[in-house]
């Protein structure tokens, strides 16, 4: 049994920032590569960031590359998505998983960006 837990969230202006966590229960992050993702209303869920299972390599879709960062701490079993440089645009309900296992979904966690 798997559970994810995505934290984090809030309102924020833009240009600001917000570190989101992602607490993985019956599961250890040091065997999975990792991804956030994010669905803003009325769109399809988007990818954000991948980190690998080993750590050491991590990737960004263009929209959030240069600002957000992804990283994990093994001992505390929790993904993170430390996102700067907020803008409009990044608005949306984030969410954590695994890389091709097919868990099922967290609540996600609300990033709201004001103007």
């Known amino acids: 049994q798997v559970q994810l837990v995505e934290s984090g969230g809030g309102v924020v202006e833009a240009g600001g920032s917000l570190r989101l966590s992602c607490v993985v229960s019956?599961?250890?992050?040091?065997?999975?590569?990792m991804d956030w993702f994010r669905r803003a209303p009325g769109k399809e869920r988007e990818w954000v960031a991948q980190?690998?299972?080993?750590?050491?390599?991590?990737h960004y879709a263009d929209s959030v590359k240069g600002r957000f960062d992804i990283s994990r701490d093994v001992a505390k079993n929790t993904v993170y998505l430390q996102m700067n440089s907020l803008k409009p645009e990044d608005t949306a309900v984030y969410y954590c998983?695994?890389?091709?296992?097919?868990?099922?979904w967290g609540q996600g966690t609300q990033v709201t960006v004001s103007t």
């Open positions: 998983n695994a890389v091709d296992q097919r868990w099922y």
């Open positions: 019956g599961r250890n992050v040091s065997d999975y590569s």
């Open positions: 980190i690998s299972r080993s750590g050491g390599v991590t």
